[in-house]
């Protein structure tokens, strides 16, 4: 029960290493192309609060992977706010009660550079920390929030986790019981701060009082759902991205269409090499698996706000006792830095991080 709990596969997932070269060459290409000053004014349609240019860009990326057939890396979702590398972390020290000193220090940086950024001050140092969610203490990554709370605390500064109702503006400054906050670590899932719950952030990121990481602006150019679909299309790099980027990005991606662009009854009889996902889900929920979808859901989904992606099946992981369990490959990032790479094994449809003996596991390279 215990690695059921806590997210701990023991097992070890095996990782070629061209395939590994392949995700790390795919994030920088992605990171380039957010950084491309060509790229932002195609996303005009984009949402207000990700039309703000911040001057920093985000920390804790995710990069999630399967591997095809051929052994060629498929990216399957872009994450600003990914969760979860606390617990591959504790798969190789399992009573570990602070990140890897080394990981640690990696982190820490990362933070402290988006700050600094912000803030352009190369010394700058936060003294408040807010990691916010919605309910966090419910949260099933919860004692991850609290390990970041000790990364913080342990250089001296101060870190609350709150949910985003309890901050307020005073002063023309975000606040948490009267004190200002310097950094939002935001761990929630309204990633364009729409919901009345985030309103006060929302202002407080308009108006630029607070660092804000990860943000709406990144989360549009990269994790928004509804890039994987522009992605689909060479024609959408065309006048801004070399060609051997732009293959690399075509061989990667798997192709993704809004549901509204295709005729219904082809799409019907083709949906077993289909996945069905929300623009808008996270953490797999709303996702189907062609093969699994009934008609009656198949014609219930909202064409305008779900896509339809060409399925890559996962790569499969052996146990010693035979069992079987689905992988994919995660790469937390910082712009084009790769702090860890992880695998989640799991069973079912998609993924997640309660299957028995699955969730985050080792990693052989091979």
Known sequence: ???????????????????????????????????????????????????????????????????????QVKLIEVNTNAGGLWYPARSYAPDAQFFPSKLGDKLLSTFLQEYRLFRQDKQAQPQLIAIIDHQPEEQFLYPEMQIYAKLFQQVGINTVIVDPAQLEIKDNRLCYQGQTIDLIYNRHCDFYLNTPEMQHIAIAWQQQMVCLTPNPRVYGLLADKQRMADWSYAEFFDDFLAPATIARLQQAIPHTQLLHALPKETLWAERKHKVFKPTTGYASQGVYVGDKLTKKKFISLE????????????????????????????????????????????????????????????????
């Open 1 to 71: 029960m215990e690695n059921q709990q806590h997210g701990i596969s023991p097992h070890t997932a095996q990782l070629p290493l061209h395939c590994l070269k392949q995700m790390i060459q795919l994030v920088r290409d992605l990171q380039n192309l957010s950084e491309n000053p060509a790229y932002p004014p195609l996303l005009a349609k984009l949402p207000r609060n990700a039309q703000i240019e911040p001057g920093y860009f985000s920390v804790l990326m995710g990069y999630d992977f399967h591997i095809d057939e051929t052994q």
């Open 303 to 366: 064409p305008h706000t779900t896509l339809v992606q060409h399925r890559i099946k996962p790569s499969i992981t052996h146990a010693p006792d035979g069992e079987k369990f689905k992988t994919d490959f995660r790469l937390f990032v910082y712009r084009k830095t790769i702090l860890a790479v992880s695998a989640r094994l799991y069973q079912g449809q998609v993924t997640n991080l309660r299957t028995a003996n699955g969730g985050f596991s080792k990693i052989k390279l091979t």
